[in-house]
């Protein structure tokens, strides 16, 4: 066993600190808390310019697959708004992965150059967890596909670039192999969004599709193999880029906090900071597993899966006590006099709900685990 | 970054796995109570050279590392063997002598420093131990007695007993402090009997469910039990990396560092106060769950489970209060309270 890491990442994550630090300002984290927006694009080409995002992108093999764990550590630590960042990545590796050479022309300099974002179009106002079985529909006209539909969550549609958008190209096939993945321009006629705002800080989209046009170079994968392309996309999405370390910030805003205050030295309060810092640690080595389990050209799936599960559920578990803990003073927002830390604390308690949501949901994840590790027979009716 | 046992380390495990399954099934650890140690079995794993496994070869033993006495220590959880492994191969580690190295006496650490009267308190492996090392006042001291042979009725069967500090054949073999690394190494090799305990308790609760029927199906297909299954092996995992880490940490030459605000910590002694804390959690939870899915056979005495539930418990309280080692904890990670 080597918990080390080799000298040229962490050669990586002292720069990258560095990067960070000059460039996650004050100002930058207010604009994201005031926006809604958790994009930064002077970040994003900061860590363009060293070439960092480029390295980071699964599969192009221009960097050690470690930093791309390392990255979203280090980001998520300072708590940077870097969830388009990381989706635009995912994006990035996809198409790396299953993407033409035209298509990889198109999409990835933008990308490397920290200038063009991503958003994921799978789930519709119907259909979330039962993303198999979404209908917005890419119909053959000629060479041409015409699609008609409507995506709910496409976040980061109002800053994107491009949007990788799951379709339903042939309706008779049984539900997971009728699917095409396309790979759009934001700026395509038809596409349009509307925003949709959230109990926590994050505005989300709704996306509309209106006799949107594309040719078949703007098929990502195969036709009809729509299914496939998801299954590259979800086991980095899962347990590898971030969201499974969000507890860190929240440990340490909350404890600067509650030293100013006595609290921190309230037995109950050690005990529970304490606690949120053991979890905060097994958190961790569960990502660098999947990230180590990644390096070695495996898919860690189910590791992922384990390891969002172990990291929201405890996450949502430590805003609830400090939440709790702070008393009052944790109901109050960024810039309020007497904001428990600053407001960060009413910040986490407003987001955590959507942890155990997004990227999978608990119990999907649960089901995962529990069918496919555990080996239990599979609960819910196959449906054609 | 290496995140897996080496070649040597899955060679090991899987010799102790198949030694404790064959010498050790639930049925040896179910007959050694109410003492809860079999010293038949003990003398089998003495031939092994388990017993002074960890002692540096120069000293006579096995020249093994931290990680390896792990390996060995999840195998025994697994198999729940009323053997005081743990104890004895980091009281060796202290005090190499000859027949401790061998495991012709049974040597045991004190968990606690003796009582103004000199008394070690329910001492693990109290109750069989010729040797017993532990803290009395400033001095490290090594204790040689008769053990009382008996234990007193307890929820784990463990072999618990209180011992004297001061009758015997008394040695000092260093002072106080000269203690707190053996009682890392205690807490790591312990957790990884804890995790073993995890481990097997989720194995026999699938089993279980898949193959007792109700309502005309498996119970393993509600989705209810099948989610609370599902936490268990992250958390089993995750102990495990943990512990792991722990290990790596206590065979580094540098001291580590402690710094929760960026979540960077690799100081020995707090990794293992972590590891312990968790992995007592998670048996825990895991033989808890698993119990509660065997429906009212798991409460029967004729099931196994329920002896893994209670060691869970018995072999991680025998420390303390798990939140009182957190606020022990907090002190390292953030400095003590401010008044």
Redesign the interface.
Known sequence: ??????PH?EEYRRELQDIIATHVTDEVIDRQHRSGTFSSPELNQALAARGFLERAIPGLGRGDP?ELWVLFNELE?AAAPYDALATTIMIAGVVAHVGTEWQKEQILPGIIAGESIACLGYSEPDYGSDVASIVTRAVRDGDQWVINGAKMWTTMAHEADWVILLTRTDPDLPKHRGLTMFLLPMDTPGISFEPVPTMGTERTNATFYDDVRAGDERVLGEVNGGWRVMTVALAFERGVMGGT?VA?PL??HF?HWA?ST?L??E?VA??R???V??D???????T??SA?MAASGQLPGL?GS??K??AS?NYQKAVRWFQQLAGPAGLLQFHEPGAAAEGWIDYDARHSPVTTIYGGTS?I???N???R???????RKAQP | MELGLSEDQEALQEVFRAFFTKEAPPSVARGSEPLGFDRALWERLCTTGAAGMGVPEAAGGGGATLSDLVVVAEELGRAIAPVPFVEHAVAARLHPAADVVDGSSIATISLRPAGADGTWSLVPAGAVADVVIGVDGADLVAVRSTPPGAAPRNHAAAPLAHRSARAGEREVIGSAGDFDRALSEWEVATAASLIGIAAAALDIGVAYVMTRHQFGVPVGSFQAVQHALADLPGNIDGGRLLIYKSAWAGEQPAPGICDPDNNDITDFATLASMAFVFAADTAAHATDRSLHFHGGYGFSEEYDIQLFYRRARGWALVLDDPGRECLRLADRLFGPAAR
């Open positions: 066993m080597d918990f080390a890491l080799p990442v470690i630590k370390n860190v440990l340490r404890r030293e006595g921190a030295a037995p050690r005990e900071m304490a606690r810092a053991i905060n640690v097994v958190a961790t080595l569960l660098q597993r180590w590791e384990m390891t599960v172990f559920e119990e994840n649960r089901n685990i529990a069918e590790h555990l080996g239990l027979p599979r609960t």
